[in-house]
């Protein structure tokens, strides 16, 4: 998570400033307004993976995989971030910049943010009522973590390491752990 760049703002305000942004992107968290930094080689693959295999998969569902440039709104704890990938089966236009669901919330994980995407992050996406999967993919080590939520709210964890196959059941998808990794050279930093 990057530096908080002031000490509270309003929403409205937050929204004015990235539109007038032009370089930089900026998450908004409960009043604070934090900075996003650039991620490493790992980091931009592992999103592509993801998103090209949510995306081949989807075509022709009513649901699309966004990433990078789309805001995702948690209206219940007042936040808007960039996830990595999200898929979200709501009615999108080509206006808006900002969706307020997803059914399923990918985080690519950097020595950085890890501590916050597993604890904060997740605390406020865990409040979309239609979110189903949160899914924490490691760029340090060939590591995935779904966390699914059951029938009754709770939420369970499942890990996938090298040469599992990733399960994605809110999209009914199985992608092979080694196909998210592919390119990925963990000796180049």
């Given at each position: ?26 998450e908004y968290f409960a009043g604070e307004i934090y ?117 009754g709210g709770d939420w369970i964890y499942h890990a ?30």
């Open positions: 998570m990057g530096k908080a760049l002031k000490n509270w703002i309003a929403a409205e305000e937050y929204l004015a400033l990235e539109m007038a942004a032009k370089e930089g992107r900026a900075s996003m930094s650039g991620g490493s080689q790992a980091h931009n693959i592992l999103t592509g993976n993801m998103f090209v295999a949510l995306r081949q998969h989807l075509k022709g569902s009513p649901c699309r995989a966004f990433f990078n440039d789309i805001r995702l709104r948690v209206d219940a704890a007042n936040c808007y971030f960039y996830p990595d990938v999200f898929v979200s089966c709501q009615a999108s236009s080509n206006t808006t910049h900002t969706l307020n669901s997803a059914k399923l919330v990918v985080e690519v994980l950097s020595p950085s943010t890890s501590a916050y995407d597993k604890s904060s992050k997740f605390d406020a996406y865990r409040k979309l009522a239609d979110l189903q999967e949160y899914v924490l993919v490691d760029s340090e080590q060939q590591r995935v973590e779904v966390y699914r939520r059951a029938t996938y390491l090298a040469g599992d196959d990733v399960k994605l059941a809110s999209v009914e998808l199985i992608v092979a752990s080694n196909d998210i990794y592919d390119g990925v050279d963990f000796s180049v930093e």
